[in-house]
């Protein structure tokens, strides 16, 4: 049994607070990052300023993309030096390199990943197409 696809997560810390308060890095990161790892981007990147009830004045950016593949998305607290990064592609895909370009871009000096399979019991397309009923 395979799975449908992978789903990695990284929470990283001691990161760059400049970083993390930018939204153009932010939204960079969303539109160049697809490409990097071979995936389709199906929009523009959704990025937002935002405040949660843990910051002390500097405001956090989350983002997200949707791919053909499915998404990545970035949740970014600044006061804390931290932020949550998911990938969830149906196709296959680097973790490693795409875990290091993530790591790297916002300077985490420390960080933990989980690379989930997700769909373990997904039916396997020959048994979707014999799902389908025609007329």
Same mark, same amino acid.
């Given at each position: ?12 810390? @001691?990161?760059? /607070?400049?970083? $993390? ?6 939204? =960079?990161?969303?539109? +160049?990052?697809?490409?990097? #790892? @071979?995936?389709? /981007?199906?929009? $523009? ?6 405040? =949660?009830?843990?910051? +002390?004045?500097?405001?956090? #950016? ?74």
């Amino acid at each position: 049994m395979t799975e449908f696809g992978l789903h990695a997560t990284i929470d990283a810390s @001691g990161c760059d /607070k400049r970083k $993390l308060a930018s939204y153009s890095l932010v939204y =960079d990161i969303l539109n +160049n990052l697809p490409a990097k #790892i @071979g995936m389709t /981007k199906m929009t $523009l990147p959704y990025v937002a300023k935002w405040m =949660d009830k843990f910051a +002390n004045g500097t405001e956090g #950016i989350s983002g997200f993309v949707m791919i053909a593949e499915s998404h990545i998305s970035i949740h970014t607290f600044p006061d804390q030096d931290y932020v949550f990064m998911d990938i969830f592609s149906c196709r296959s895909f680097d973790t490693e390199n795409a875990i290091k370009y993530l790591v790297n871009a916002f300077g985490a000096k420390k960080y933990t990943t989980k690379v989930l399979k997700r769909g373990l019991d997904f039916p396997p397309k020959s048994q979707r197409q014999e799902m389908v009923i025609t007329h």
